[in-house]
């Protein structure tokens, strides 16, 4: 599926990644995926694991995916 991010969005997925596990390599994979004009490609499985951290309610990985791809799955399903 193809997403089209805002700048903003673009900021709250280039944030930097510290530490190792799977939101962080998440992260990681979607920012080098994430073209310069926003546009960014992304796996059903990917989709899935963005979906899932999305619907956590704490935490920085859960807030940075909801701040870039809220308002795209939020189209999605409406």
């Known amino acids: 599926m193809i997403f ?3 700048p903003a969005e673009m900021d ?4 930097p990644v510290n ?14 995926q994430l073209q ?3 546009s960014i490609e992304i796996k059903d499985a990917q989709l899935g694991a ?3 951290c ?4 704490s935490g ?4 940075r995916f909801r701040n870039a ?3 795209s799955v939020a189209e999605i399903l409406a």
């Open 50 to 52: 963005v979906l899932r």
């Open 4 to 6: 089209q991010l805002k």
């Open 54 to 57: 999305i619907g956590y309610t």
């Open 36 to 38: 310069s004009t926003g």
């Open 19 to 32: 530490g190792k596990g799977g939101f962080q390599n998440l992260t990681l994979t979607l920012q080098s």
């Open 69 to 71: 791809f809220g308002r």
């Open 60 to 63: 920085g990985f859960e807030g």
């Open 12 to 15: 709250a997925l280039n944030q």
